[in-house]
């Protein structure tokens, strides 16, 4: 079996061009699969990891995945707004341990602005359970004072100390609150969450920019100087909605039943991970589709392997022939064809994986620094490991065919070049 082992390996060497060709062709399309599997999962874990340890949601009455959308990922807005008496009332309940108001609807150049308490920068964790941390400064404590997102101060070049104005709502045509300016006094570390997209403010201060606005525009000859806002009273009279966070777990559901059968003004409570889910199964169909495509990718590319074989085993059919007259018979021919096609798979997805750990390790600091998306680059993950061994079982079974044709093919026809 060594001198024919010996032989075949030669017979590659010789076809080396053609077989590095089909190496190349499998680890690319190994690349693909694991890719998008690295990043359909870490995509999906970066999606569930915006907000945790947060029991429940509490806006106006909605619809859950749009309360999940603006009070999580800041993206649309509210339909109505919750009424501050509400959100003491429910800060209230005996199975409530801390509750943190959040408004939306200003922004800063394309940036949203969130007005919450300082409470949001203890009690607000995300990933698995991660608290916020700054990464300069200080939280607000005083009026005009905001904290910056990592992007937010990354893309627009803010430091500490830096001067901003906000704009009244979001989108093309605003309004500046050019009177009232901001002094950054903080800048969160990067959390890869929406939070990283993020201008914070105080509720005070957002109630402060609105104190001398009607109907989206200032009043002419009522514009306050900061002074006279920080002699006022800036409790807000309504906030966008309130996270929630329970002495029990148990009790979210009376809790959330609690919150349905509010009479004072119509609210609703949503669990975080149930609507994640919820948003999630919409969302994911892009992701479906591109794991149909990088399957689609691993088929042409075994199909290749297969097509390649099968062209070279003409041109093989004399070598094969000698190999017979040697003493190889069909038996053995067949067990060198489907080893060699075994080896050249393997051997492509190898490469395949290495380059796809290597590409998450090369790629995964830039595409958080840059786009927020946190990429793994450690050991492959189970289902990884599974599409691995997809990718190497059915090349070596397409590798079968051209052996099998090998197989039948006699002595006596391998010896008798044709004319």
Avoid at 46 to 70: C, E, K, M, P
Avoid at 167 to 189: C, N, R, Y
Avoid at 408 to 413: A, Q
């Amino acid at each position: 079996m060594t001198p024919l082992i010996t032989l075949a390996a030669r017979s590659a060497w010789n076809r080396r061009f053609t077989l590095m060709l089909t190496v190349a062709s499998i680890a690319l399309a190994t690349l693909l699969l694991m890719g998008i599997e690295r990043l359909r999962t870490d995509l999906r874990a970066n999606f569930s990891s915006a907000v945790s340890g947060t029991d429940l949601i509490v806006g106006a009455r909605t619809g859950s995945t749009q309360l999940l959308l603006y009070s999580v990922f800041r993206i649309g807005a509210a339909t109505n707004n919750m009424g501050w008496a509400s959100v003491q009332a429910l800060a209230a309940h005996r199975a409530v341990a801390w509750v943190v108001p959040i408004s939306l609807g200003d922004s800063h150049r394309g940036y949203p602005v969130l007005g919450t308490s300082g409470e949001y920068f203890e009690r607000f964790r995300y990933g698995n359970r991660q608290p916020l941390k700054l990464a300069e400064g200080r939280a607000f404590n005083q009026l005009f004072e905001a904290v910056l997102g990592a992007d937010v101060a990354e893309q627009l070049g803010y430091k500490l100390g830096q001067r901003l104005t906000l704009a009244h709502g979001s989108g093309e045509l605003v309004a500046e609150h050019a009177d009232k300016p901001f002094v950054v006094t903080g800048i969160l570390a990067r959390t890869g969450t929406p939070v990283d997209r993020t201008v914070h403010i105080s509720l005070e201060s957002m109630e402060a920019l609105h104190v001398d606005w009607v109907g989206g525009v200032q009043m002419p000859g009522r514009a306050l100087t900061p002074d006279q806002l920080r002699e006022m009273n800036l409790q807000p009279k309504a906030v966008t909605a309130a996270l929630v966070g329970l002495k029990s777990r148990p009790a979210v559901f009376s809790v959330q039943r609690w919150v349905a059968d509010y009479r004072a003004e119509p609210l609703m409570a949503i669990l975080p991970g149930v609507a994640l889910d919820e948003l999630w199964e919409v969302v994911g169909v892009g992701e479906k589709a591109l794991l149909a495509m990088s399957v689609m990718v691993g088929v042409v590319s075994l199909a290749g392997l297969v097509s390649v074989v099968l062209a070279g085993l003409n041109e093989r059919r004399r070598e094969l022939a000698v190999l017979r007259a040697v003493g190889a018979g069909p038996r053995h021919v067949l067990a060198l064809l489907a080893l060699e096609g075994a080896l050249v798979t393997l051997a492509g997805a190898l490469l395949g994986l290495l380059l796809a750990l290597g590409g998450a390790a090369a790629l995964g600091p830039w595409l958080q620094s840059r786009h927020g998306l946190v990429i793994g680059w450690g050991m492959p993950s189970t289902a990884q490991w599974m599409l691995f061994a997809a990718v190497v079982a059915t090349g070596w079974l397409a590798s079968l065919l051209p052996a099998l044709r090998a197989y039948r093919l006699s002595l006596v026809d391998g010896l008798s070049p044709r004319i």
